[in-house]
Every structure is written in structure tokens, then in C-alpha cells.
């Protein structure tokens, strides 16, 4: 660390010990519950969307009949413990390695990694005012879709009314939970739109890379998108 990194670094604990108001979390997660992508998906479509598969004593999900390993432990249990890669990221001094880190600190799931009242009640022992939460396996299925367009669309209403369920767009006033858009046909994302708008929705979340449109790949600046 060069002596500009200290001074900033004191700056920024003496900043945190003159602040008594509350903090505000703009990068948390909401954990999929083991239906999420299933639960409201037609069961005609469900092979072309997500499905659970066992191997090796392990569950894994198929997306359009595919083995993904993009999450290696969909079923969130056990996990990570928060902080245990704090070290990794400020330099790795041991030399230990992500996956190395990853398994030193699993535990059984939380209740509020799962469940919006106890993440309520986590939040308020934490002194968050509140919380933007986004998906942990939703954001991972969009590319592996994307030649198949119906049914991306389908997994990804399906999944939004799952979060609509199980946590909701908007929470006690604490949980701000992100549906998930794709702009792979516009006038779908306009309709989901419309619907997440209705539910109180106050944050979205879309992936930044070009999209897959039936007639190709598209900037997300492409002017076709503008009446989303």
C-alpha cells in the first residue's frame, strides 16, 4: 500500500467514525429457491429451459438440455461463509487458492439467505436502511438461451413471477429485489416491464452485452429497443 492508499484509507475510517446515520446496500444477492426456474415454466417447456440433474451425488442444473457448471453449487447448501475470500482480494498472502478459500468456509445455508423476513430482520441488525438484492443463478442462463428465444423469454417471466412470490419487487420497504429483463424481443420486454413497473418494482437488472435478437446481435443502444 503507498502512503496515498494509507491517507485515503484514514480518511475513510475517520469518515465511518464521525457518520451515525444508516447504510444503504447496493450489491447484495437473493438466493434461487430450488423451484425458482421451474415453478411457474409449462412443463412442455421445461426441457428447453432449466432442469435439475444428479451426478456424483452432486445437483447440477440442465439448461436447454445442457450440463451447467456456470453455478457450482446451485442448490446454495452448503455455502460460502461471507469474508472468505477477503484475503484473496487484498493481495493473498498465503497463496491459497479461490476454490482453495471457497471450501475452507462453508457452512449450512442461513435462514435469511432464503427467507425475506429474515432478511428483514438481518438487515435491521446490520443498520441497513435497505438493500438492492439481484439474482444469484438468474443472471447465468441468458447466453446458454439464447438461440432459443421463446424459451428464454418463457424461463425468464417464469422466473420473475417465482421472485414475485418469494420475495417480491419491493419488501417492507427495506427489500428492493430486481426482476430480470432480457431484450431479445422487445415487445416482451416492454410487456415484463409494464408488470414489474405495476409490482412496485424500483430496481431491474439485464446483462450488458450484446443481445440476440432473431435477426442477430444487436447493440443494447440499438434503436429497435427504444420503446423499452
Known amino acids: 500500500m503507498s502512503s496515498h492508499d494509507g491517507e485515503l484509507a484514514g480518511q475513510r475510517r475517520d469518515l465511518m467514525d464521525r457518520y451515525d ?18 415453478r411457474h415454466v409449462p412443463r412442455r417447456m421445461q426441457k428447453r429451459c432449466v432442469q435439475w440433474v444428479e451426478m456424483n451425488g452432486k445437483r ?12 457450482g453449487n446451485p442448490t446454495f447448501d452448503p455455502i460460502s461463509k461471507p469474508g472468505v475470500l477477503r484475503q484473496y482480494y487484498r493481495g493473498n498472502p498465503e497463496g491459497r487458492t479461490f476454490a482453495e478459500l471457497i471450501r ?5 445455508r442461513p435462514p435469511e439467505y432464503m427467507d425475506r423476513d429474515a432478511r428483514v430482520a438481518k438487515a435491521e441488525a446490520q443498520g441497513l436502511e435497505g ?9 447465468l442462463y441468458e447466453q446458454a438461451l439464447s438461440p432459443d428465444i421463446e424459451a428464454l423469454c418463457v424461463l425468464t417471466e417464469g422466473f420473475n413471477r417465482w421472485l414475485d412470490e418469494d420475495w417480491g419487487p419491493t419488501y417492507e420497504g ?11 424481443d422487445v415487445d ?38 427504444d420503446p423499452f
Do not use: Q
Not at 104 to 108: Q, T
Not at 174 to 184: D, S
Open 21 to 38: 446515520g444508516r447504510l444503504f446496500d447496493c450489491d447484495n444477492h437473493y438466493y434461487e429457491a430450488e423451484d425458482a426456474f421451474m
Open 60 to 71: 447440477y442444473h440442465l439448461v436447454a438440455g445442457k450440463l451447467s457448471l456456470a453455478m
Open 104 to 108: 475452507s468456509g462453508l457452512e449450512p
Open 131 to 139: 438493500a438492492w438484492l439481484f439474482p444469484t443463478a438468474g443472471v
Open 174 to 184: 427495506k427489500l428492493f429485489c430486481a426482476p430480470y429483463l432480457t431484450l431479445a
Open 188 to 225: 416482451w420486454a416492454c410487456r415484463e416491464l409494464d408488470w414489474a413497473l405495476e409490482r412496485d418494482a424500483r430496481v431491474l437488472v439485464m446483462r450488458p452485452p450484446p443481445i440476440r435478437t432473431r435477426d442477430g446481435w444487436r447493440s443494447p443502444c440499438d434503436e429497435r429497443f
